[in-house]
């Protein structure tokens, strides 16, 4: 039984720039949560997707976009890259009506 | 507001010590949930263990336990004999009820960094 699954481990980018990360949930789940977890702090919830909509959203600026697909992955999209914006970011499954949540590895995003 | 306050950024013991990380929450909500999880250098959070706040029973799985007090709003979690396994960074969340409806986002604390010492 496959875990959350995310892509790429690493990625670097520049200020400016648009970057794109995915997700694959746990199998059988059918919500995704992303997270932004900055060096040395906890995760912050940037929103939550859950039959191809966004349910619920955190305190994250416009630029911060996301999809679900069908097959319930996900992608987080974030425009005009920041410096602030280097973190490692978290994807994590669940059921909608069950809070327990299953995350990713993770991808861990530099901007320079 | 939700809100989960982790006062210690730091702890290091020697192995087989015991060892207990504190958390302390607020909520408006009168159902909630709080969770453990663990996060090894891997970067990967790991969950341990989901409390709701109608269960103040304490729990213990292994080395592992946790005292759940709602009259001071903390839910704490102890490592006995304690190993260099453990090292991590250990998170405490809290979910609302009310935000089911609309989602079930998870509010962490800072985290606690453990260092067990061979």
């Known amino acids: 039984d496959a875990g959350v699954t995310q892509s790429p481990t690493h990625l670097i980018k520049t200020r400016g720039q648009q970057v794109t990360l995915r997700c694959s949930p746990k199998?059988?789940?059918?919500?995704v949560s992303w997270y932004q977890q900055a060096l040395g702090q906890g995760p912050q919830f940037i929103f939550q997707?859950?039959?191809?909509?966004?349910?619920q959203r955190g305190n994250f600026p416009d630029r911060f976009s996301g999809h679900q697909f069908p097959n319930y992955s996900s992608e987080l999209n974030v425009n005009a890259l920041l410096l602030g914006d280097s973190a490692l970011y978290l994807c994590?499954?669940?059921?909608?009506?069950?809070?327990?949540?299953?995350f990713g590895p993770g991808t861990r995003l530099t901007v320079l | 507001a939700q809100k989960v306050t982790q006062a210690q950024t730091e702890i290091s013991v020697v192995e087989k010590e015991d060892v207990t990380l504190d958390c302390v929450y607020e909520t408006r909500d009168t159902t909630y949930y709080l969770f453990w999880y663990k996060q090894p250098p891997s970067g990967e959070l790991v969950f341990l263990i989901r409390r709701n706040s109608f269960d103040e029973q304490n729990e213990i799985s292994g080395r592992y336990s946790w005292n759940f007090q709602k009259s001071t709003s903390s839910f704490n979690f102890t490592i006995t004999a304690s190993q260099v396994v453990d090292s991590a960074v250990y998170f405490c969340?809290?979910?609302?009820?009310?935000?089911?409806?609309?989602?079930?986002?998870?509010?962490f604390g800072a985290g606690t960094i453990l260092r067990v010492k061979s």
């Open positions: 997707y859950y039959e191809e909509e966004e349910r």
């Open positions: 199998s059988g789940h059918d919500t």
């Open positions: 969340a809290l979910s609302e009820e009310n935000d089911m409806e609309y989602g079930n986002k998870l509010v």
């Open positions: 994590a499954s669940s059921l909608r009506d069950y809070n327990e949540q299953f």
